[in-house]
């Protein structure tokens, strides 16, 4: 079946790094990667929709500036946050959809733990 | 705009219990719907799907129905195992391609 790879898959760094992680589609093309957020014990949240070859859709609430995306190519769009601090600790999912209908179901990464110390 | 209600957890189960979580919708036109599992510390794996009324999704002795009279999809088990401890997130695809989730609902079946 269809698989995100996400990586890494736990980040610890201090207060003011940027923090990249990588999702990857690896048997199938997405022109639509999505980035979400978890806080524990609670849904996911999206954050934005990364669309291959232009710029991201970001949800109301979401600093650009601060979680910046890049979706370069089919199979791979990044979530880079930057100057990371206590509060952005989280865990992320990214997920992709498979081409075709809309009735496709999205696949999901394993999801980035990321601490902020 | 799309909404997911989802039943609050957490459930406690016994091996082999019958299980059910609700789930209802409220969308615009014919959504897609989904039952997504996660296991402690991973992503979400999808458990089944259903993408018209009357159908049924299965798999894994997990199945739910989508219908459309009550905007219901009620995940069902007939008999649970311990590894099937889990959150478990209902979620539905409208026209806008993302995905709605509901709260999610923690399942614990103890042996």
């Known amino acids: 079946g269809a698989v995100v790879s996400q990586h890494p898959s736990r980040v610890i760094c201090k207060s003011g790094t940027s923090v990249k992680i990588e999702c990857r589609s690896l048997?199938?093309?997405?022109?639509?990667m999505f980035w979400y957020r978890q806080f524990p014990k609670q849904s996911l949240m999206l954050m934005a929709t990364s669309n291959e070859g232009s710029k991201a859709t970001y949800e109301q609430g979401v600093e650009k500036d601060k979680f910046l995306i890049n979706h370069a190519s089919l199979t791979l769009s990044t979530l880079t946050v930057t100057s990371a601090h206590p509060e952005d600790s989280s865990f992320y999912i990214c997920?992709?959809?498979?081409?075709?209908?809309?009735?496709?179901?999205?696949?999901f990464g394993d999801g980035t733990r990321l601490s902020i110390l | 705009g799309n909404s997911v209600t989802q039943m609050e957890g957490p459930v406690t189960l016994s091996e082999e219990a019958f299980l059910t979580i609700n789930c209802t919708y409220t969308?615009?036109?014919?959504?897609?719907l989904f039952w997504y599992v996660q296991y402690p510390g991973e992503g979400l794996q999808l458990l089944l799907k259903?993408?018209?009324?009357?159908d049924k999704g299965s798999n894994k002795g997990f199945e739910a129905t989508y219908r459309k009279e009550t905007t219901s999809f009620h995940l069902e088990k007939g008999s649970v195992q311990v590894s099937d401890s889990a959150v478990y997130f209902c979620a539905l695809s409208g026209s806008a391609r993302q995905l709605t989730f509901g709260s999610g609902t923690q399942l614990t079946v103890l042996p």
């Open positions: 969308a615009t036109g014919y959504p897609s």
């Open positions: 259903a993408t018209k009324a009357d």
């Open positions: 997920s992709a959809r498979e081409p075709g209908l809309l009735t496709q179901p999205q696949h």
């Open positions: 048997d199938f093309q997405a022109t639509t």
